[in-house]
C-alpha cells in the first residue's frame, strides 16, 4: 500500500494565514469591494478610486484572486458573491466593521506564546471588558458586532416564536440588536440589554437609532455577579460563551434559571465545540483568542452546556445549530 507523500504546502498555507486576513482587512479599509462593485473594476481604474499607486492595486487584486475573494477575468476583476454582498458599502447587509473587529488584538496575537506563558494567577474574571473597555473602544467594538448581529438577531427571532412572552433579559447584549429585533417583530414584547457600563451607553445609542426605546432599555449589570431581573419569561445571552470558564458558565446559568419567572425559557447561543471536542474551528478559536484577553475562558462543548443547563434545573434541554461551524444554540424552559 502506498502511503500518501507528505510535504509542507498545508504547513505553509496556515502559517502564512496571516498574510491573507492583512489582504482581506486592507481590501475592505481602502474600500477596494465598494470600488470594484462601482464599476472600477481594472487595476487602474481601483487604484486611482482607492488613491493608491498602481503597482500596489496589481499586488492586492493578485492575492485577493489567488484568495478567490475576486474573480478576475482579462483584466476585468469581480467580486466573489459572498463578497459582493457583506463588503460593499451601502448595502444593508454591509459587514465590514465585523472583518474588522479583531484587528484591535492584531499586535496582541504576535505575543501568543507569551500569553500562553501567563500563569492562572495572572487571569482576570472580565478578561479584555475590563476598566479599559471605554465607552469609546465599546462604540467601535458595537459598530462591528452589530453590522453582524443584527442579521443573527433576525435569524434568532425567525426560528425563536416569541409572540406569546412578555419580557426579554438580554445578558451581554452589546448593541442591544436581539432585544431591537425582538420589539420590532413583537408590539408588545419589552427588554432589558443587560451589559458592562461602558456599553449600555452604546447600546441606548442604538436602541434609540431605531426608534425602540419607549420598550427596550440597558441597564449596566456584570451577569457574572450582579443580582439579575426577576421579572423576564426569556432571557438570551449571545456570543459571550467562551470568555468565561466553565465554572463562571455554570454558576450564570444557574443564576439565570433562579431569576427567569415559573415557564420562562433561556436560550444561550454560543461558540460551541462538539462533544468530540475536534472542532468545528471557529469555537476553537474562540477560546484560543481569550488567552490573548487573559482571561479564564476556553471553548466549551455542547456536552458541557447541557450539563450547566441540566444541573441549573433547565428541562426540555435541546440543541439547535445557529450558524453552521459558529454558533449553537442551546434552549431550555424553566418549570
Ligand atoms: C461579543 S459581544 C456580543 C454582544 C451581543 N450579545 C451580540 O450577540 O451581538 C459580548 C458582549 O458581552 C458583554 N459582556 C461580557 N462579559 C459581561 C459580563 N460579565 N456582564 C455583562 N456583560 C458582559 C460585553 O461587554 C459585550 O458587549
Known amino acids: 500500500m502506498s502511503e500518501a507523500r507528505l510535504d509542507t504546502v498545508r504547513l505553509q498555507t496556515v502559517v502564512k494565514g496571516f498574510w491573507e486576513s492583512a489582504a482581506l482587512m486592507s481590501g475592505v479599509e481602502l474600500g477596494l469591494f465598494t470600488a470594484i462593485s462601482r464599476g472600477n473594476d481594472g487595476i487602474e481604474s481601483a487604484a486611482g478610486a482607492l488613491g493608491i499607486e498602481v503597482g500596489n492595486a496589481e499586488r492586492l487584486m493578485t492575492a485577493l484572486t489567488a484568495m478567490t475573494l475576486l474573480q478576475r477575468d482579462g483584466d476585468t476583476f469581480t467580486n466573489a458573491p459572498d463578497v459582493e454582498r457583506f463588503l460593499v458599502e451601502g448595502s444593508p447587509s454591509y459587514a465590514g466593521p465585523w472583518m474588522l473587529f479583531g484587528k484591535p488584538a492584531w499586535n496582541e496575537w504576535g505575543q501568543l506564546t507569551q500569553h500562553l506563558r501567563q500563569p492562572k494567577s495572572d487571569q482576570k474574571i472580565l478578561g479584555k471588558y475590563d476598566d479599559n473597555f471605554t465607552v469609546a473602544r465599546a462604540r467601535d467594538y458595537h459598530a462591528a458586532t452589530y453590522s453582524i448581529g443584527l442579521g443573527a438577531a433576525r435569524r434568532f427571532h425567525k426560528q425563536v416564536d416569541l409572540s406569546g412572552r412578555k419580557r426579554i433579559m438580554d445578558l451581554g447584549g ?162
Not at 243 to 248: P, Q, W
Not at 277 to 283: D, L, T
Open 174 to 335: 452589546g448593541s442591544g440588536c436581539y432585544c431591537i429585533t425582538a420589539a420590532k417583530t413583537h408590539a408588545h414584547i419589552t427588554a432589558v440589554v443587560l451589559d458592562l457600563p461602558s456599553v449600555v451607553v452604546v447600546a441606548r445609542e442604538f436602541i434609540a437609532e431605531n426608534g425602540v426605546a419607549d420598550r427596550v432599555t440597558a441597564e449596566a449589570c456584570d451577569f457574572t455577579a450582579d443580582a439579575l431581573p426577576r421579572d423576564a419569561d426569556v432571557a438570551i445571552m449571545a456570543s459571550n460563551l467562551p470568555i468565561y470558564s466553565r465554572e463562571i458558565i455554570a454558576g450564570v446559568v444557574r443564576r439565570v434559571h433562579d431569576a427567569l419567572l415559573d415557564g420562562g425559557e433561556f436560550h444561550l447561543i454560543g461558540e460551541i465545540l462538539d462533544d468530540d471536542r475536534r472542532g468545528p474551528i471557529a469555537p476553537a478559536l474562540w477560546g484560543l483568542s481569550e488567552a490573548i484577553s487573559g482571561s479564564t475562558g476556553l471553548a466549551h462543548s455542547q456536552s458541557d452546556v447541557i450539563g450547566y443547563f441540566v444541573g441549573a434545573g433547565f428541562r426540555d434541554v435541546s440543541v439547535t445549530e445557529f450558524i453552521p461551524g459558529t454558533l449553537t444554540r442551546i434552549t431550555g424552559s424553566k418549570s
